[in-house]
């Protein structure tokens, strides 16, 4: 079994689709380890997006990660790091297909609704930032 780090991001609190989000992963299958309502400082938005820093859009990511609260979970199953990121649909809402959750709900790729975490590298690493207690 696998654990992956999901957010559902401001838009997608602030659109109510939280209970949707879960409500598909665990349709999946998938169980709920952690989940909690987070406000992010810039430190903990930098940290979580690091891999991006050189990008064009990484402040506007930051601005936007931090501008409201997100619901922060962690999720685990068999394969959970692919099962969600195939629940998430591609990362631009413009290519994802009806049926995922980009698909279906968002329109912009900077405002996609949700993250999954990419490896189980990541995971491990965006698990420690979000939850700390869980090691
Ligand atoms: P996450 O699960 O959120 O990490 O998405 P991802 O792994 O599918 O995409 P990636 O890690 O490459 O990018 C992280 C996030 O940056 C995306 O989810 C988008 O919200 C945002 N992003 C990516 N490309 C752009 C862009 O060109 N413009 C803006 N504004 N945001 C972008
Ligand atoms: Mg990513």
Redesign the pocket.
């Known amino acids: 079994s696998e654990r992956t780090l999901v957010?559902v991001?401001p838009d997608g609190v602030r659109r109510g689709v939280v209970g949707e989000v879960i409500s598909r992963i665990e349709r999946k299958g998938l169980k709920l380890v952690a989940l909690e309502l987070q406000h992010l400082s810039r430190e903990t938005a930098e940290a979580h997006?690091a891999?991006?820093v050189e990008?064009p859009?990484f402040g506007?990511?930051v601005e936007?990660i931090t501008s409201a609260p997100l619901v922060a979970m962690v999720v685990e199953g068999p394969n959970a790091i692919k099962a969600f990121?195939q629940l998430?649909g591609?990362?631009n809402p413009v290519e994802a297909a009806t049926g995922s959750i980009r698909g279906d709900f968002a329109l912009e790729?900077?405002?996609?609704i949700?993250?999954?975490?990419?490896s189980p590298d990541s995971a491990a690493r965006e698990i420690k930032i979000f939850f700390p207690e869980l090691g």
């Open positions: 957010l991001k997006y891999e991006h990008r859009f506007e990511l936007f990121r998430a591609a990362t790729i900077g405002e996609n949700v993250h999954g975490s990419d």
